[in-house]
């Protein structure tokens, strides 16, 4: 299909007139990357010869008056507080600036969305679901429980290779024959870099942390108080962001426990029933209530295999040797 068929394809789709057989068309026309900024420019060329309808003010003001007309009494008694005054503004009074501000700010939002949902794919999992799926370009990821991974639609580009964390994902981020980086980005500035490795990113209310398993990471930090820091990690390093913005540094003699969540294995030593609250909110949406708040400091140390929310809830409680309740998602632990 030559170009100004295909151009005069794409504005039938985008006036929502193309058939089940243009939309195929322009599905395969939209697996080559250049093919994709002819897109949008199309697009935006589109909407600027239809523009958002404006609504006709004047037959809309006339029959506002005639529904109040008809709603009026005949006769008004004299002790009646006068009626309102309806006062008509002009086409470059306030409600014209608002609706346009506003036409103008949904287009744009609308815009957006429909370009990030053709440039962008994301794959979830709910909760307490783990889902483990290969990248186009042969890395593996596995995603924990309540995550979230947008990474580009059509493959990755030539410089790099960009995905989004939201939640928590174990990576093993297969090397190019251009040695092409591989970048995951996070909500608190983190950004995660490498050309081939294995490592753990988890990205929570709570905070954010990176564990490497195996081979070098470079780590970048953006904090508006600060300039960009660099950080360049070992097997084993671990750098944590505390919610409030605070960046520290440990190493762990078995990273590999970071990851032992991909087999539904939980590793605890020495930690504290409050990051095992932020645990069960975070992977199974429940909400953990302490009768005692004394228990918040009560630590827990040992390794289970737990498939279900069901079975962790047990096995936390025998170690800790209280007792607990569910009632919906709430969850009550007592003594």
């Known amino acids: 299909m030559n ?6 394809t794409l504005f039938e789709h985008f006036s929502g007139r193309a058939t089940p057989l243009q939309r195929a068309m322009i599905a395969e026309w939209l697996q080559q990357p250049a093919n994709q900024l002819t897109y949008m420019a199309w697009l935006d060329e589109w909407e600027r010869q239809h523009l958002q309808y404006l609504a006709d003010e004047d037959t809309a003001f006339a029959q506002l ?29 306030p409600s014209r600036w608002l609706i346009a501000a506003s036409v103008t700010v949904i287009l744009g939002l609308g815009t957006y969305l429909m370009r990030n949902r053709i440039l962008f794919t994301v794959v979830e999992t709910t909760y307490g679901e783990t889902r483990r799926f290969t990248l186009p370009d042969g890395s593996e990821v596995t995603l924990n429980a309540h995550s979230s991974l947008r990474l580009p639609r059509f493959g990755f580009g030539d410089e790099s290779r960009t995905v989004w964390l939201t939640g928590e994902a174990a990576f093993s981020v297969r090397h190019t024959a251009t040695h092409q980086r591989f970048i995951v980005h996070t909500h ?27 081979g070098a990471v470079q780590l970048n ?37 970071s990851t032992a969540w991909r087999e539904h294995r939980f590793v605890f ?3 504290p029933v409050s990051e095992i609250a932020d645990l069960l ?8 209530v302490l009768k005692n708040p004394d228990l918040a400091n009560r630590t827990v140390s040992g390794s289970f295999q737990a498939d279900n929310a069901d079975e962790f809830l047990q096995v ?16 009550t632990f007592f003594e």
């Open 3 to 8: 170009k100004v068929t295909m151009k005069e």
């Open 65 to 93: 008056s005639a529904r109040i007309a008809a709603m009026k009494p005949e006769h008004t008694p004299a002790d009646s507080p006068p009626a309102p005054v309806i006062r008509r503004l002009g086409f470059f009074g």
């Open 188 to 214: 608190r500035g983190l950004d995660v870099e490498v050309l081939g490795t294995e490592f753990n990113v988890y990205d929570r209310p709570g905070g954010t942390k990176v564990v490497l398993s195996k």
């Open 221 to 257: 930090y953006r904090n508006a108080a600060k300039a960009v820091q660099q950080l360049r990690l070992k097997p084993g390093d671990a750098v944590s962001i505390t919610a409030s913005g605070r960046l520290e540094q440990s190493h762990l003699p078995e990273p590999a426990v």
């Open 269 to 271: 030593k020495r930690t």
């Open 281 to 288: 909110r975070d992977n199974y949406n429940l909400h953990v």
């Open 316 to 331: 936390v409680a025998e170690l800790l040797e209280i007792n607990y309740k569910q009632k919906e998602n709430t969850v």
